[in-house]
């Protein structure tokens, strides 16, 4: 972490996040090949705080690019971002580093987090109605309002969590503005102009996101290349 911090200091954005990636695949072993169930614990909450510094080391690849200072007027650029936020907040937050060390990338989140709402305002978000069969309990597999886990809780090295049954399906999609997942934002370059007798539409907002605390496949797993968020996008006023 020593290492992390004194790149980081000097704005080497890029080879903090290769320590980051390198400390995650290199100095913790993924927890299901401990047999030690406390062990198991430990190494999945290091292995999430790890992807936070490297959801924040690619976060600052973006927003800090020499080329590009105002990255904040580039919708691919913004949604990104605000993508990268999160996922760095909710990782650093639920992970295994000290509240000491945390705080300043907190602080410095809440900041970008800010700037974002003070460009855009305080943004519309999509939050969807899902009707399920069941709700399914990710550890012992039965239904979630009958067995004795608790959501968000660990067991043996796994969160608990809720899996939706096999009949599943959205049944509405409603816009809110105090989302339970802020990833959910609809974005001014997303709503379409209203044509005579039309009250216009919304495109490409999601719906949904599929995040994982310690999965690297949410498209943040590498170092990011911030050359395709402004190579061919055309700048949003």
Known sequence: MIAFQSVLRAHEYEMAARIAIAARRDAFPKPHQASDLHLTSILRA???????????ANLHILVEHPEHPQWFRHPKAVETA????HDSY????????????????????DYLKSFVNTVYGPGLYTSAE?????????????DIRACQHIVGWTYGGQPCQVMWGDDSYINAVA???NPRDPR????????????EGDS???????????????????NHGAVLDPVRFFSTDKEHT
């Open 90 to 109: 909710d990782r650093l937050l639920r992970g295994l580093l000290h509240e000491a060390f945390v705080a300043p990338y907190v602080a410095r989140l």
């Open 82 to 85: 605000w993508h990268l936020i």
């Open 130 to 142: 899902i009707t399920s069969d069941k709700l399914i309990c990710s550890i012992c597999k039965s």
């Open 200 to 218: 216009g539409s919304i495109v490409k907002a999601p719906i949904f996101i599929l995040f994982s605390l310690e999965s690297d496949d949410d």
């Open 175 to 177: 816009l809110v503005s």
């Open 184 to 195: 959910c934002r609809i974005w001014p370059w997303q709503f379409q102009d209203k044509e």
């Open 46 to 56: 290091l292995r999430i705080s790890v992807n936070g510094l490297r959801d924040f």
